[in-house]
């Protein structure tokens, strides 16, 4: 939503949501506190408390706002053909190169969400068997759909997928500038095709 159309009080939810995002990505969700965040905002503890009752509702702002901006611009249950849904899963690639904030938190918050009592663990477990079904879905209706060599076994190719995009999100934080993860992404796509995704 556009900065203008925000309410003084949706604005400053809105930078606290940023501020949180920074510090999580920087230092981790647990080296973190609200006052931290609230010092960065420049506001009192108090005031953020107006704003988000504790951290972990903050955490949760934070995880639902990333899934909510991917849904309303890479809408993937749109597209006529998986071909299409291949593509849109690229320019996703391709975008999350704009927000290395988002995707190093990301990367810190699903390290540590594996113990069972980090308040994001739910939150990870869903949203990892989600993102493996939608992908391992997408490989069987290219199968469906005729776009896959003879010979391509589908079989746990939403597994793979869902961990080459997350390590090579990984390897992207540590050398931005030689790590394509949407080309890669690509060449892997390409690997199981009839016909190459276009450039």
Known sequence: MAAENLSKGGRRREQILSAAVELFGEVGYR???LRDIAQRVGITHPGLLYHFHSKQEL???VLARRDETDEANFRFDDQP???AHAERLLELADHNSTTPGIIELFATLSAESTDPEHPAHDYFSRRYRRVIDLFQGLFD???EEGELRDGVDTTE???IFTALMD???VQWLYEPEQVDVAGVLRRFFNGY???PLGV
């Open 141 to 143: 209706r290219l199968g």
């Open 167 to 169: 390590g090579l999100q």
């Open 59 to 61: 955490l949760s702002a």
């Open 157 to 159: 190719l939403g597994l």
């Open 81 to 83: 053909t998986a071909r």
């Open 193 to 195: 095709l009839r016909e």
């Open 31 to 33: 080296g973190t506190s």
